[in-house]
C-alpha cells in the first residue's frame, strides 16, 4: 500500500474499531510523531472519545490498540502518554516503498491532494524603482517554493509578479534619474528630498544612458543650459524598463520564474478599476464623503475604517486599482489567491480582504506576511549598500553566498518570524552551515553510488531477499524517516510553510552521516551490499527531490 492511501485506511480500521466498541462514529486525525521513537503515525481519537465512554483517554487508548486489526503495513499499534495510539510500519512496508522510490523518485511524496486547483500565488511585485532588497528576496524564495511544492501534490499553482509601474513613486523616480542626468552633466539640480530615489545606482545608470543614447542625451544637456524645457518621456521610460529589467534578471539568477507579470499602468487603462467600482456601487458598498469616493469596509469587518478609492481630485487611490487587480485574478480563472508581503503591508491586508468578501471571493484570498530581515556579520547587524541606498541588496547577497545558501536562509525561517541571516555561517563550508551539510551528504550519496556502479553494481536490482538484510538501527531510522516525507509535503502544501522541508533534509542528513561513518556500504556480502546501496539511492533521490522543490541545486561532487 502507498502512503497516501494509509492515512484512509487506518481511519476506516479505527473508525469501525471505535464502532464495535462504543457504538459511536469517530474520524481520527493522524499526525507523524515529533520523536519517531514513539511510532511513525499517532492518533489521539482516545481524548475525542472521553466524555462520551466516561473513561479515561489513556484507559480507551488501551482498548481500541487492543481490538485493532492491524493491516500488514503496520507492525504495531501501542497505546501512549495520556491516550495516544502509536502506530508502527512493518519492515516489509519500508523496504517495499524503497524500492517505489527508486524506480519512480519523481513522484515519492506527490500526492494528489491539490485536485488540479487553480492557486495564483503573487509575491516580490517590489516597486521597480531600485534593486530587490533582502526582504523582496525572501519573497521570492518562500514564493517560488511554494508554487513547486503546490504543484508537486497536483494543484494548479501559478506565480506572479504585480509591477507597479504607474503612481507618485514611479514620478519620483523619473525626476530622481533626471537629477541624476543633470549632475552627471555638470549642471545643478537636487533630487527630490522627501520622495526621491537617493542611492547611487541611479547616478550609474545616468551613466548608462547617456552612453547608450548620446543625441537624446546631448538634447537634454542642450535644453538645460538654455533653460529650456526639454521632453522628458524617454529617459523616465528608459529608467522604468531598465530597472525592471534588472529586476527580472536577478530574480532568475535567484532561481525565481514566474508564469506572468501584471502591470498596474495596464490595470488602469483596461477599464478594470471602473468595472470593479462598479460592482461595489451595484452592492451599496461606496458613499460619497468629502467629495471622494469611500468603501465601506466596516460592513465586512467591524475593526476596518471605510477608506477612500476615489480621491477629491478625481484619481484612483492605490487600493481601488488593488481591488481591481484582484478581482482580475478571479476573473483569469483563478480559484484561490495568495499574496506574499513584506511586513510594511500588514495594516493593508484587512482592507483587501473586506474588498474581496465584498466582491464574493470570502475564504479565495490569503495573505502571507513575511517578517523582516536582518543580516548579520560578525555579530552585527549590516545595515547599508552604498550602491542602493538602502538595505543590502539581493545582487550584492548572491554575489557574497550564492544562490543555494540564500535560498535556504530564507526558506528555513518560519515566515511569521523575523530572520536573521548570518552570512558568516552561510558562507561556511562546514557542517554547521545546514545547507552545506545536506549538499555534502547529497555529494556523498553520488560517490558511494558512483563507486558501485563501477564495481558493476546496479541499485535497482535489490529485491525483497536482499533488502531484507537491512537490519541495522541506522538503516530502520533512515527508512522511517524517508517515510515520513510525503507527510511532510502534504503538511507544507495546507499551511503554506516551506520551512518543514528544510528542517526534514537536516534531520535526514544527520541520519545518514552516522550511518555512513559507521557501516561499509559496498563490502564483501553481495546480499548487504545491494540493500545498502539500495537504501543510499533512495536516501540520494529523496534528498534531491526536497532540494529541487526549494529551489537549490543537488551537486554530486562537492
Known sequence: ?????????LIDIISSTVKRLYNVDATPDFTVPDNLDFGDLTTNVPFQLASFARKSPRAISAEIAAELELPNYIESAEPAGGGFINFRYSIDFLR???SEIISRPSDFGRIPIGNKHKVQIEYVSANPTGPLNIVSARAAAVGSSLVNILNHVHFDAHGEYYINDSGNQIEMLARSFIARIR???GLDWDIPQTDGYHGEYLADLAAEYADSFPEKHRKLVEAWEKEESPNLEHPGEWILKRLIGDIKSNLDDFRTEFDSFSSEREIRRSGKVELTLEKLHEHGDL???DSATWFAANKYNPDEDPFVLIKSDG?????AVDIAYHQDKFDRGFETAIDIWGPDHHGHVSRMKAAMDALGHREKFGVIILQQVNLLEGGEKVRVSKRAGHLVTLRELLDDVGVDAARYFFIARRTEAHLDFDLDLARSQ??????YYIQYAHARICNILKYAQNQGIDPRSAKGKE???LVEPESRHLLRKMAVWPHIVVKVAEEHAPHHICFYLLELAQLFHPFYAKYRVVGEDRKTTLARVALCRALKETIALGLSLLGIDAPENM
Not at 500500500?1 to 485506511?9: F, H, L, S, V
Not at 562546514?430 to 545547507?435: I, K, L, T
Open 1 to 9: 500500500m502507498k502512503i497516501n492511501e494509509i492515512k484512509k485506511d
Open 96 to 98: 517495499e516503498m524503497l
Open 183 to 185: 549632475q552627471g552633466a
Open 287 to 289: 458613499f460619497e464623503k
Open 315 to 319: 484619481q484612483y487611490a492605490y487600493a
Open 430 to 435: 562546514s557542517d554547521e552551515n545546514p545547507v
Open 467 to 469: 533488502l531484507s538484510s
